[in-house]
């Protein structure tokens, strides 16, 4: 893999959304508890997303919000909001998804019918290609992200990969893995009149 160098590793950063200290301030006043914390993601993932569903229905429409309808534009214009629960990797998240008249609206973030995010099916890929049954993923993911996930849907995500997945259970095993341990004793040593914990 080439490395970075500094240029490039510049031009990421510039690449990536700044945020100033005025709005983190206000996002992240004082000290937060982990729940806290957690709470605050799901606010700003939520406002992020239906912050992109809006500018999808502003390039569908041709106009922004409160702007006026450009002259010989179609006759579709904006018709409210209708609410959607999503499956995220933390958890289930209600998002407000815009709505046009005609009903030719089509986002591309989260597509019509879709009812998960990028990355959730993943990992349900993953734990059954590791050998988790469907009723061990629906627990695991009800345990862990408070999410209650059919049997159904799981088959389905499964189903839709299933060559992927037999060809990951059945790859051919290395003929032999190395496997290295290192150990130590830690002992109290004295060096230059201090004490220090040493591995020996």
Known sequence: ???KTKTTAAA???AQPQFSAAALEQLIPGPVTPAELEGI????KKAVLERALGAEMSHH???APGQAKPE?????????KSAKTVLTDVGALR???PRDREGTFEPQLIGKH???????DDKIIAMYARGMTVREIQGF???MYSVDVSPDLISSVTDAVMSEVTAWQSRPLESMYPVVFFDALRVKIREEAVVRSKAV
């Open 1 to 3: 893999m080439p490395r």
């Open 12 to 14: 990421d950063k510039a």
């Open 41 to 44: 993601f799901q606010q700003f």
């Open 61 to 63: 429409l041709g106009y």
């Open 72 to 80: 010989g534009a179609a006759t579709n214009h904006r018709n409210g």
């Open 95 to 97: 998002i407000d998804v």
């Open 114 to 120: 879709e009812r998960r995010f990028t990355g959730f």
């Open 141 to 143: 993911l009800s345990e």
